[in-house]
């Protein structure tokens, strides 16, 4: 299928090519940039293209690619980074220099490099699709092969082995590939989709204890610049604990992710000691890298992290940020001249989002064994409103909300998640979670802890009117034992050794504000003054 | 690649900045097109649009005076900055066309001016100190090579005197060969002469691209893209650390608004385009360091925040790109403090990597929170001053109004002078010291 370009506007080209299918890829250009049909009309489609337009003619050819926008999954995606189109972006970088040029193909897996591959598997026995044929070792994980033919094995490697070679053959004369291609924008198939039950650990005291967030649930975390958003991320990213990370830089800085990255390659996972980048997948595309591409660029991430939790691994996708990636799709949206909805965004905007956050969840896998695949995303409201489009559609499904306060984050209080605005759907079954596994008084404590500062709050409007002098003692030693859990408990240092917190040491913190307080209430009562009270605490 | 110069004169409208022109063949989008007025001028122009033969062209000069059959001459050629060592210590206009008298370079190779993304892999993380000579930048929001910092300042506020005073004043770390890219977009001539003026003080080089405010408005979309295609050659290609000052993003932003405006775009917020942020990253998002590579591009935008307005879309898509902010104050210059920089929303994202021993001062991110946290203590309490008075307030938080009062006067408030991160800190020291809040 041959065509020519008929005419172009920013990264939406016209072609004259006919008999594509929607969403099927198309290379346009002599460059082959790489696009999706987006609108097909009889005699013509539009294209939506993944790569700098600048110097494209009208004329030039098209060629369709007879198959949706694809992801490789296969060994060697862990510690990988690849741009939005799963471009692998080490190996560009040591082919073509600093800068990225468009045009130039390479497959994000490498080929070459030899894996030691186990077989479950002897040549002549009958396999269903979705049993393992055998596994290779990808850093610490195990990493299966699947079957995906039924039949019987003609022939399967044992040892050494490359991706670019065939792993063996069925005895009907169908290759076996370690190598599977699938099209982004179709979830992957599991048996069933299970409720989320355990908690997703994150090592943010404000989160696990007052927030708590459940494996295969949803969170999303709005805040205007400066409130730390990115940091909260990467800080969330180093600490999980899941099995594996895939961490979506939509639209940000190039310098940020500068710095994840010689992080992550430094820095030693808490849980198992191994580096950081052993567990983690890097998509990345920054915010002057090309709008269409960073609208595919969470849908590579995701099929990715599906990828790997049919594989029955916990695996977090984490996104900086969601706000980024809507603008892409208002960007494309206006380019193809479509209605608008609120501000601009297309009147798709929930929809599709609704459809992102679906394929997160706990999952029984065709192989029978239990993934799951939280997300937490990140959102960028202009102007810090909470009540834009983007905040607003990504509330209806987000099952845990964190909202970031400018006025924490200007008095440096980090993580500036405002404790009265925000919430967890999972916060009663996690905190019955955690009160059966870690300790009973847990629930007692997180009941105690929302009162303290929901008291505070109202002290606090009283005090602005006459003054911290006309409260009453009682009142002013909560006061002070409410400012220590804001300071020593809800902050946290993403600088220092206090950048991760296990839910015992969590624990260990609040119980000793608590307990300081109830004894400090004690002495007042028996006619202690207050200066001393605080003294001896 | 044709072998000669398509020439047209199928003009079928002029639309502001625009032009619609019918039966052009084999048209690249953004090739560059150039058009021969009546009057026997020439300006450029660039495809925007294709729609088989019909082409959208926006013109970088000014479209008045042009009739329907003007010609147009269709070049094959994507825009291109002409590039050489021998740049340095030239103006230029928006258009990349001599202003200063002497005749035009013979350019060593020609770069794409709007540039090729960075591969994030190949960015190294910016982490050398940069002295601009004020405390409130270098003590509490520390810039570092790499990065990009814009001042967000109002009306009426010193926003020129501060970056004059960044230009005349900043040192480097390691001290390479240093260098400066000023582009002054639609500035008054008062504001020209005075930047001019402070270009011919420095020591170091400079390269100016300027447009006036009487000058094409879309021209001002170019300067900032030829500013940093000579940035980034000197500074890789040179070795050079090179410091791009912007004035004035907010004039960048207008012009955007008018050419969108002018397409029939649908507007977004404010009516600026919705595209903006990702315009605006395509120009923020070319400083850095590259791995391997010496030399460094450095940005500081100046946004002047209409309405004082720190959430209007300009300074709030900056925000979302840059590194930071550094936000002016029109209390503090109201109370003569200069620079009057408000350190409780300004931020310097890559601070933590640029501070401490082997960079600044061991000390320094000790300084830096304790000043912080004290300051915004007593910041807090001037609205409780407000209601209560300063009499009902008990003792201690009488102290920290005080040093809240200190710290404007005598750390953020320097004057003309410059001080060196030593004398910054020292100064912070002392005014903890003597309200005994070093050790807390």
């Given at each position: 299928m041959t065509g020519r370009i008929l005419g172009i506007s920013g990264p939406t080209v016209t072609v004259d090519l006919t008999g594509l299918k929607l969403y099927d890829m198309v290379r346009v250009g002599e460059a082959g940039l790489i696009g999706e049909v987006v609108r097909l009309e009889r005699d013509r489609a539009v294209v939506q293209v993944y790569q700098d337009t600048r110097g494209l003619a009208v004329n030039e050819p098209a060629r369709g690619m007879d198959a949706p926008l694809t992801v490789q999954l296969g060994p060697g995606l862990l510690s990988g980074m690849f741009d939005g189109l799963q471009r692998p972006l080490e190996r560009i970088r040591e082919e073509s220099g600093p800068f990225i040029s468009g045009g130039r193909e390479l497959f994000p897996l490498d080929r070459d490099r030899s894996?030691?591959?186990?077989?479950?598997?002897?040549?002549?026995?009958?396999?269903?699709?979705?049993?393992?044929?055998?596994?290779?070792?990808?850093?610490?994980?195990?990493?299966?092969?699947?079957?995906?033919?039924?039949?019987?094995?003609?022939?399967?490697?044992?040892?050494?082995?490359?991706?670019?070679?065939?792993?063996?053959?069925?005895?009907?004369?169908?290759?076996?590939?370690?190598?599977?291609?699938?099209?982004?924008?179709?979830?992957?198939?599991?048996?069933?989709?299970?409720?989320?039950?355990?908690?997703?650990?994150?090592?943010?005291?404000?989160?696990?204890?007052?927030?708590?967030?459940?494996?295969?649930?949803?969170?999303?975390?709005?805040?205007?610049?400066?409130?730390?958003?990115?940091?909260?991320?990467?800080?969330?990213?180093?600490?999980?604990?899941?099995?594996?990370v895939v961490y979506v830089g939509c639209g940000e800085r190039g310098n940020e992710m500068a710095e994840l990255l010689e992080e992550f390659v430094s820095l030693a996972d808490p849980w198992s000691g191994q580096p950081l980048m052993q567990r983690t997948i890097v998509v990345v595309n920054t915010s002057n890298m090309p709008v269409a591409a960073r609208e595919a660029s969470i849908y590579t991430a995701v099929t990715m992290a599906e990828y790997?939790?049919?594989?029955?691994?916990?695996?977090l996708l984490l996104a900086d940020s969601i706000s980024r990636w809507a603008e892409a799709l208002r960007e494309i949206s206006s380019s193809l001249e479509e209605m608008p909805g609120e501000e601009g965004y297309p009147t798709y905007l929930s929809s599709r989002l609704a459809g992102f956050f679906e394929r997160a969840g706990v999952v029984e896998t065709l192989g029978g064994q239990i993934g799951s695949l939280s997300m937490i995303l990140s959102v960028s409201p202009p102007g810090g409103d909470f009540t834009e489009p983007v905040t607003q559609a990504c509330l209806r499904t987000a099952g845990a909300f964190y909202m970031l306060d400018t006025s924490l984050a200007h008095r440096?209080?980090?993580?500036?998640?405002?404790?009265?605005?925000?919430?967890?759907?999972?916060?009663?079954?996690?905190?019955?979670?955690?009160?059966?596994?870690?300790?009973?008084?847990?629930?007692?404590?997180?009941?105690?802890?929302?009162?303290?500062?929901?008291?505070?709050?109202?002290?606090?409007?009283?005090?602005?009117?006459?003054?911290?002098?006309?409260?009453?003692?009682?009142?002013?030693?909560?006061?002070?034992?409410?400012?220590?859990?804001?300071?020593?408990?809800?902050?946290?240092?993403?600088?220092?050794?206090?950048?991760?917190?296990?839910?015992?040491?969590?624990?260990?913190?609040?119980?000793?504000?608590?307990?300081?307080?109830?004894?400090?209430?004690?002495?007042?009562?028996?006619?202690?003054?207050?200066?001393?009270?605080?003294?001896?605490? | 690649?044709?072998?000669?110069?398509?020439?047209?004169?199928?003009?079928?409208?002029?639309?502001?900045?625009?032009?619609?022109?019918?039966?052009?063949?084999?048209?690249?989008?953004?090739?560059?097109?150039?058009?021969?007025?009546?009057?026997?001028?020439?300006?450029?122009?660039?495809?925007?649009?294709?729609?088989?033969?019909?082409?959208?062209?926006?013109?970088?000069?000014?479209?008045?005076?042009?009739?329907?059959?003007?010609?147009?001459?269709?070049?094959?050629?994507?825009?291109?900055?002409?590039?050489?060592?021998?740049?340095?210590?030239?103006?230029?206009?928006?258009?990349?066309?001599?202003?200063?008298?002497?005749?035009?370079?013979?350019?060593?190779?020609?770069?794409?001016?709007?540039?090729?993304?960075?591969?994030?892999?190949?960015?190294?993380?910016?982490?050398?100190?940069i002295e601009t000579g004020f405390s409130a930048i270098d003590g509490l929001n520390t810039l570092v090579k790499g990065q990009k910092l814009p001042i967000f300042s109002s009306a009426g506020l010193p926003a020129r005197e501060m970056a004059a005073g960044i230009l005349r004043n900043s040192r480097l770390a390691g001290g390479g060969e240093f260098a400066v890219v000023f582009v002054a977009l639609g500035l008054t001539h008062h504001d020209y002469s005075f930047y001019m003026q402070v270009l011919a003080e420095m020591k170091s080089g400079f390269v100016a691209f300027i447009n006036r405010a009487g000058e094409p408005v879309v021209e001002r979309l170019l300067a900032p893209r030829f500013g940093l295609a000579v940035a980034e050659y000197l500074a890789f290609t040179r070795g050079m650390d090179v410091l791009v000052l912007v004035t004035d993003m907010t004039n960048y932003c207008d012009a955007l608004r008018e050419v969108s405006t002018a397409r029939e775009e649908l507007p977004g917020r404010r009516g600026y385009p919705g595209y903006m942020y990702s315009d605006l990253a395509s120009i923020y998002e070319r400083a850095g360091r590259i791995k391997g590579m010496a030399g460094s591009v450095t940005m500081l935008p100046v946004v002047t925040m209409p309405e004082d307005d720190i959430t209007h879309p300009i300074p709030d898509l900056t925000g979302y790109i840059t590194e930071g902010q550094i936000v002016l104050s029109r209390e503090l210059h109201?109370?003569?403090?200069?620079?009057?920089?408000?350190?409780?929303?300004?931020?310097?994202?890559?601070?933590?990597?640029?501070?401490?021993?082997?960079?600044?001062?061991?000390?320094?991110?000790?300084?830096?929170?304790?000043?912080?946290?004290?300051?915004?203590?007593?910041?807090?309490?001037?609205?409780?001053?407000?209601?209560?008075?300063?009499?009902?307030?008990?003792?201690?938080?009488?102290?920290?109004?005080?040093?809240?009062?200190?710290?404007?006067?005598?750390?953020?408030?320097?004057?003309?002078?410059?001080?060196?991160?030593?004398?910054?800190?020292?100064?912070?020291?002392?005014?903890?010291?003597?309200?005994?809040?070093?050790?807390?």
């Amino acid at each position: 299928m041959t065509g020519r370009i008929l005419g172009i506007s920013g990264p939406t080209v016209t072609v004259d090519l006919t008999g594509l299918k929607l969403y099927d890829m198309v290379r346009v250009g002599e460059a082959g940039l790489i696009g999706e049909v987006v609108r097909l009309e009889r005699d013509r489609a539009v294209v939506q293209v993944y790569q700098d337009t600048r110097g494209l003619a009208v004329n030039e050819p098209a060629r369709g690619m007879d198959a949706p926008l694809t992801v490789q999954l296969g060994p060697g995606l862990l510690s990988g980074m690849f741009d939005g189109l799963q471009r692998p972006l080490e190996r560009i970088r040591e082919e073509s220099g600093p800068f990225i040029s468009g045009g130039r193909e390479l497959f994000p897996l490498d080929r070459d490099r030899s894996w030691r591959f186990i077989p479950a598997k002897r040549e002549g026995e009958e396999v269903a699709p979705g049993e393992i044929l055998g596994h290779v070792e990808e850093g610490p994980f195990r990493h299966p092969i699947f079957a995906r033919h039924a039949g019987r094995l003609a022939r399967l490697a044992d040892g050494a082995c490359t991706l670019g070679e065939a792993l063996g053959a069925m005895a009907d004369g169908r290759e076996i590939s370690a190598v599977e291609s699938w099209p982004v924008r179709k979830a992957r198939p599991y048996r069933k989709k299970l409720s989320p039950s355990a908690p997703l650990v994150t090592g943010q005291r404000v989160i696990d204890f007052l927030f708590p967030l459940a494996r295969g649930g949803t969170a999303i975390f709005p805040g205007g610049f400066g409130t730390g958003k990115t940091i909260l991320e990467q800080a969330i990213a180093k600490f999980v604990d899941v099995d594996l990370v895939v961490y979506v830089g939509c639209g940000e800085r190039g310098n940020e992710m500068a710095e994840l990255l010689e992080e992550f390659v430094s820095l030693a996972d808490p849980w198992s000691g191994q580096p950081l980048m052993q567990r983690t997948i890097v998509v990345v595309n920054t915010s002057n890298m090309p709008v269409a591409a960073r609208e595919a660029s969470i849908y590579t991430a995701v099929t990715m992290a599906e990828y790997y939790r049919d594989m029955g691994f916990h695996v977090l996708l984490l996104a900086d940020s969601i706000s980024r990636w809507a603008e892409a799709l208002r960007e494309i949206s206006s380019s193809l001249e479509e209605m608008p909805g609120e501000e601009g965004y297309p009147t798709y905007l929930s929809s599709r989002l609704a459809g992102f956050f679906e394929r997160a969840g706990v999952v029984e896998t065709l192989g029978g064994q239990i993934g799951s695949l939280s997300m937490i995303l990140s959102v960028s409201p202009p102007g810090g409103d909470f009540t834009e489009p983007v905040t607003q559609a990504c509330l209806r499904t987000a099952g845990a909300f964190y909202m970031l306060d400018t006025s924490l984050a200007h008095r440096r209080h980090f993580p500036a998640i405002n404790w009265f605005q925000s919430y967890s759907l999972y916060e009663r079954e996690m905190v019955g979670h955690f009160s059966e596994r870690v300790a009973p008084g847990w629930g007692e404590l997180h009941r105690r802890c929302r009162e303290l500062l929901q008291r505070e709050e109202t002290l606090r409007e009283v005090a602005e009117i006459v003054g911290v002098e006309g409260l009453q003692d009682a009142d002013r030693l909560l006061m002070k034992v409410a400012e220590r859990v804001r300071q020593e408990f809800l902050s946290q240092n993403a600088y220092t050794e206090d950048a991760f917190s296990p839910p015992e040491q969590t624990l260990e913190r609040i119980a000793g504000i608590v307990e300081l307080f109830d004894r400090a209430e004690a002495r007042l009562k028996e006619g202690a003054l207050l200066d001393e009270v605080l003294k001896e605490s | 690649m044709r072998l000669s110069e398509h020439i047209y004169r199928t003009i079928s409208s002029i639309r502001g900045p625009l032009l619609f022109a019918d039966g052009i063949l084999a048209v690249r989008i953004g090739e560059v097109v150039r058009i021969a007025y009546p009057d026997g001028t020439v300006s450029d122009g660039e495809v925007l649009k294709i729609d088989g033969g019909t082409v959208l062209i926006q013109v970088f000069g000014e479209t008045r005076g042009l009739d329907l059959a003007t010609p147009l001459v269709f070049t094959d050629a994507v825009k291109k900055a002409p590039l050489s060592a021998e740049i340095i210590g030239r103006v230029f206009n928006g258009s990349f066309l001599p202003l200063d008298g002497a005749p035009m370079f013979v350019p060593e190779r020609w770069g794409p001016v709007t540039g090729m993304p960075l591969n994030p892999t190949a960015r190294a993380r910016p982490e050398e100190f940069i002295e601009t000579g004020f405390s409130a930048i270098d003590g509490l929001n520390t810039l570092v090579k790499g990065q990009k910092l814009p001042i967000f300042s109002s009306a009426g506020l010193p926003a020129r005197e501060m970056a004059a005073g960044i230009l005349r004043n900043s040192r480097l770390a390691g001290g390479g060969e240093f260098a400066v890219v000023f582009v002054a977009l639609g500035l008054t001539h008062h504001d020209y002469s005075f930047y001019m003026q402070v270009l011919a003080e420095m020591k170091s080089g400079f390269v100016a691209f300027i447009n006036r405010a009487g000058e094409p408005v879309v021209e001002r979309l170019l300067a900032p893209r030829f500013g940093l295609a000579v940035a980034e050659y000197l500074a890789f290609t040179r070795g050079m650390d090179v410091l791009v000052l912007v004035t004035d993003m907010t004039n960048y932003c207008d012009a955007l608004r008018e050419v969108s405006t002018a397409r029939e775009e649908l507007p977004g917020r404010r009516g600026y385009p919705g595209y903006m942020y990702s315009d605006l990253a395509s120009i923020y998002e070319r400083a850095g360091r590259i791995k391997g590579m010496a030399g460094s591009v450095t940005m500081l935008p100046v946004v002047t925040m209409p309405e004082d307005d720190i959430t209007h879309p300009i300074p709030d898509l900056t925000g979302y790109i840059t590194e930071g902010q550094i936000v002016l104050s029109r209390e503090l210059h109201q109370r003569e403090v200069f620079p009057p920089v408000d350190v409780l929303p300004s931020l310097s994202r890559l601070m933590q990597r640029g501070i401490g021993a082997g960079h600044t001062r061991e000390d320094h991110r000790r300084v830096a929170n304790l000043l912080y946290k004290h300051y915004a203590k007593g910041r807090d309490l001037r609205r409780l001053e407000a209601i209560v008075g300063r009499d009902g307030m008990i003792e201690s938080d009488r102290l920290m109004l005080d040093f809240a009062e200190a710290f404007e006067r005598e750390l953020v408030n320097q004057g003309g002078a410059r001080r060196d991160i030593d004398e910054t800190l020292d100064t912070g020291i002392a005014l903890l010291r003597r309200f005994s809040l070093e050790t807390s």
